[in-house]
Every structure is written in structure tokens, then in C-alpha cells.
């Protein structure tokens, strides 16, 4: 395929503003003095059922909400009751719970014989695996939790980008890291995440640079794959062959964590990609906004518009014209490598919770 006429607009590419990075050393570590003292004054209680957390160490962009869903998904088809915990941190309760329960709402509508999954957000994850308990669940997916000292669990699930995997080395707000890569060493199982964008020497390195901070995990390896391309705006939801997409011109636009994953998914299933916008993480769309992309598409004779599933969840909010068509591209966490393994050891944690939790009801 040749090279695209691609004008790429990264907003808010940095977390510290351009004026304040030379101070970034020193605000980095007053961050990581922060961490450790915020650390050393929690007390983690234990929620009343087994809890699994899905977590990183960099801020975003490791795939999480599509390994929520594929957690949710495969624990509700072997029998179990799981809710997915969310802190509802910006616009979480806007646009991962939603991407969530579409995501999920289809594949049980399509499988009755299994439990459909629920959400709960709230900052008190505490107080929101009480409530999930109530209703009757039976297994907590702590989601974006590695960090969140309050909460005991039974298991931790740490996603690592195989792109970026240590976010540049630096603690936030310098760069991209939530904490020193030595946390992963609580971790029970590191998945290195779109392996597939990583060449086999670098997933090898990553992989024994994991092994080196955690050898006590399981390590496996994961994949995005798209599934759905569908309509979003005026029209209502209506699904489109991905081929659509091959040798199309297009505009794109996402507010995630990591735009460069989703610029490259795009261009190796065959788009043309003529402009595209990375807004900050979790970004509330304005009318105005999603104005100025059609515009934008119109002027390069665009074929449409194409963003995440979890911008359309926002931008369905919103009012605008049916043409240039918006596309949201919805995709599929899929364990490569280990996956037997992972579930193994998912439900050994679940098992050791249910232990915990009998042992307490007896006491």
C-alpha cells in the first residue's frame, strides 16, 4: 500500500504542558514520594466476593476496557455473575461502562443460555462490590485498579503495551508512568497487549523484562482485533463490512489512551487515512467539534469518519448531519499465547476468594 497524504493533530500529546516540562524531574519526584506515602496510610479491606483487578502501570492506553469485556464475557460463559467496577474517573461513566454494556448486551442477546455481566460506577469500589454482592454477583472485575490501594483482591491482571511498555521510564507527570515498573512484582499475571504490533525480538525482550520484575506471574500475550464497524449519529447503530474501510479515504478522530494503536489498526486493515485527531483521554465531544470533522472530511473528500467504540458511546449524544457517515470501530481483546493457563489461574483466585469468604462467614 502507498504512503497516504496523512495529516496527523496530536491535542494534548504530553501530560505536562510544554512550559512546565523542564521542571518535569522534579515534579516527577514529588509524584512517586506521593504514591509511596498514599501507599503506606491505606488499608486494603476485603470485598465481600472475589475480586479480580485489570490493571496497568502506565496512565492508559494499554487496551483495558476490551480486557474487561473479554474477562466479563468469558467468566459469564463458564457460569459465573461477574460486575465490571468502575470509578467513574472523567468521562468513565459515560463512555468505557457504555462501551461495555453495548459491547456485551450484543454477544449475550445472541447467547441466552449465559448470565449477562453488569456494571457498577462508583469511587468507592469498596461500597460498589457491596452493592454488586446485593445484586446477586458473584465475582468483581476491579476495572483500572493496580494502583487502587484501598481494595484487597483475590488476583491481579497487569496489561503491559507491547508498543509502550514502560512509559518512557518516567513517572507522571514527567511521562506515562502510574508508578516504578517494580510494582508489576504484585502482580499474578502480566499480558503484554498488542503483540502484534511489536517485532518477536522486542516482545522477547519485554517479556523477559517482565519475567526479571515478576517471576512469580504468568506471563501471556494479547491482540486487538476489529470486529464491527457501525454507524454512528442520526440513523441509529446499523453494522458495515469492515472491507468498507480498504483503500478508503478517511477521516479519523479518538480520544484514548494510546491514538497511535488505533491509527495503526486503521491503516493495516487498508484506510486511507487523510487527517487524524487524537484528543486527550477521555474526551467529552462537543457538537462543535464533531461539526468540524464533518467539515474537515467534506473539504478532503473523505469517504467518512471513522473513531473508537468508546468515543461513539459520547458522540451519539450529540446532534449532527447524517453525511460524511461517522463509523465506530469496535475490537476484540484475544489471548495469543497461554490462554488455557490464564483461565486457570483466574479461577484458582476465585476459588481462594470463595475460601476467604467461608472462612470469615464461619468465624
Not at 497516504?4 to 505536562?16: A, D, F, G, K, W
Not at 486503521?266 to 483521554?281: E, H, K, S, T, Y
Not at 478532503?300 to 449532527?320: Q, W
Given at each position: 500500500?502507498?504512503?497516504?497524504?496523512?495529516?496527523?493533530?496530536?491535542?494534548?500529546?504530553?501530560?505536562?504542558?510544554?512550559?512546565?516540562?523542564?521542571?518535569?524531574?522534579?515534579?516527577?519526584?514529588?509524584?512517586?514520594?506521593?504514591?509511596?506515602?498514599?501507599?503506606?496510610?491505606?488499608?486494603?479491606?476485603?470485598?465481600?466476593?472475589?475480586?479480580?483487578?485489570?490493571?496497568?502501570?502506565?496512565?492508559?492506553?494499554?487496551?483495558?476496557?476490551?480486557?474487561?469485556?473479554?474477562?466479563?464475557?468469558?467468566?459469564?460463559?463458564?457460569g459465573r455473575k461477574p460486575v465490571v467496577l468502575i470509578r467513574?474517573?472523567?468521562?468513565?461513566?459515560?463512555?468505557?461502562?457504555?462501551?461495555?454494556?453495548?459491547?456485551?448486551?450484543?454477544?449475550?442477546?445472541?447467547?441466552?443460555?449465559?448470565?449477562?455481566?453488569?456494571?457498577?460506577?462508583?469511587?468507592?469500589?469498596?461500597?460498589?462490590?457491596?452493592?454488586?454482592?446485593?445484586?446477586?454477583?458473584?465475582?468483581?472485575?476491579?476495572?483500572?485498579?493496580?494502583?487502587?490501594?484501598?481494595?484487597?483482591?483475590?488476583?491481579?491482571?497487569?496489561?503491559?503495551?507491547?508498543?509502550?511498555?514502560?512509559?518512557?521510564?518516567?513517572?507522571?507527570?514527567?511521562?506515562?508512568?502510574?508508578?516504578?515498573?517494580?510494582?508489576?512484582?504484585?502482580a499474578g499475571v502480566a499480558i503484554v497487549t498488542r503483540a502484534?504490533?511489536?517485532?518477536?525480538?522486542?516482545?522477547?525482550?519485554?517479556?523477559?523484562?517482565?519475567?526479571?520484575?515478576?517471576?512469580?506471574?504468568?506471563?501471556?500475550?494479547?491482540?486487538?482485533?476489529?470486529?464491527?464497524?457501525?454507524?454512528?449519529?442520526?440513523?441509529?447503530?446499523?453494522?458495515?463490512?469492515?472491507?468498507?474501510?480498504?483503500?478508503?479515504?478517511?477521516?479519523?478522530?479518538?480520544?484514548?489512551?494510546?491514538?497511535?494503536?488505533?491509527?495503526?489498526?486503521?491503516?493495516?486493515?487498508?484506510?486511507?487515512?487523510?487527517?487524524?485527531?487524537?484528543?486527550?483521554?477521555?474526551?467529552?465531544?462537543?457538537?462543535?467539534?464533531?461539526?468540524?470533522?464533518?467539515?474537515?472530511?467534506?473539504?478532503?473528500?473523505?469517504?467518512?469518519?471513522?473513531?473508537?467504540?468508546?468515543?461513539?458511546?459520547?458522540?451519539?449524544?450529540?446532534?449532527?448531519?447524517?453525511?460524511?457517515?461517522?463509523?465506530?470501530?469496535?475490537?476484540?481483546?484475544?489471548?495469543?499465547?497461554?490462554?488455557?493457563?490464564?483461565?486457570?489461574?483466574?479461577?484458582?483466585?476465585?476459588?481462594?476468594?470463595?475460601?476467604?469468604?467461608?472462612?470469615?462467614?464461619?468465624?
Amino acid at each position: 500500500m502507498g504512503e497516504t497524504q496523512e495529516n496527523v493533530r496530536i491535542q494534548s500529546s504530553s501530560p505536562l504542558p510544554a512550559g512546565l516540562r523542564w521542571c518535569g524531574p522534579l515534579l516527577a519526584c514529588g509524584y512517586g514520594i506521593g504514591v509511596r506515602l498514599h501507599r503506606a496510610f491505606r488499608q486494603p479491606r476485603w470485598p465481600p466476593l472475589p475480586t479480580i483487578c485489570i490493571g496497568n502501570l502506565t496512565a492508559g492506553g494499554t487496551g483495558k476496557t476490551p480486557a474487561a469485556i473479554y474477562f466479563a464475557r468469558g467468566l459469564a460463559e463458564r457460569g459465573r455473575k461477574p460486575v465490571v467496577l468502575i470509578r467513574g474517573y472523567k468521562d468513565q461513566a459515560r463512555d468505557e461502562a457504555a462501551e461495555i454494556d453495548a459491547a456485551l448486551a450484543k454477544t449475550f442477546n445472541e447467547n441466552t443460555s449465559a448470565l449477562r455481566p453488569s456494571y457498577i460506577v462508583n469511587p468507592d469500589r469498596f461500597a460498589g462490590a457491596k452493592a454488586a454482592k446485593e445484586r446477586g454477583c458473584d465475582v468483581a472485575l476491579l476495572d483500572d485498579g493496580f494502583q487502587h490501594w484501598r481494595l484487597a483482591r483475590d488476583l491481579d491482571i497487569v496489561l503491559v503495551d507491547a508498543t509502550d511498555p514502560f512509559g518512557g521510564g518516567r513517572l507522571l507527570p514527567y511521562g506515562r508512568l502510574r508508578e516504578p515498573p517494580a510494582g508489576l512484582s504484585r502482580a499474578g499475571v502480566a499480558i503484554v497487549t498488542r503483540a502484534d504490533a511489536a517485532p518477536p525480538g522486542n516482545l522477547a525482550k519485554i517479556c523477559d523484562e517482565i519475567r526479571e520484575l515478576a517471576p512469580n506471574a504468568l506471563i501471556a500475550s494479547a491482540q486487538h482485533i476489529p470486529r464491527r464497524l457501525r454507524t454512528v449519529g442520526p440513523g441509529g447503530a446499523v453494522e458495515v463490512p469492515r472491507s468498507r474501510l480498504a483503500g478508503l479515504p478517511i477521516v479519523a478522530a479518538c480520544g484514548i489512551g494510546n491514538p497511535e494503536g488505533f491509527r495503526r489498526t486503521l491503516i493495516q486493515m487498508g484506510a486511507r487515512i487523510l487527517d487524524f485527531v487524537a484528543f486527550p483521554d477521555h474526551h467529552r465531544y462537543s457538537e462543535v467539534e464533531i461539526c468540524g470533522l464533518l467539515d474537515r472530511a467534506r473539504t478532503l473528500k473523505a469517504g467518512g469518519i471513522v473513531v473508537t467504540a468508546k468515543d461513539s458511546a459520547k458522540l451519539e449524544l450529540l446532534r449532527f448531519p447524517a453525511e460524511p457517515p461517522v463509523w465506530s470501530l469496535e475490537v476484540a481483546f484475544e489471548v495469543r499465547e497461554r490462554e488455557a493457563d490464564l483461565w486457570q489461574r483466574v479461577e484458582m483466585a476465585i476459588a481462594d476468594g470463595e475460601k476467604r469468604l467461608n472462612v470469615i462467614r464461619d468465624t
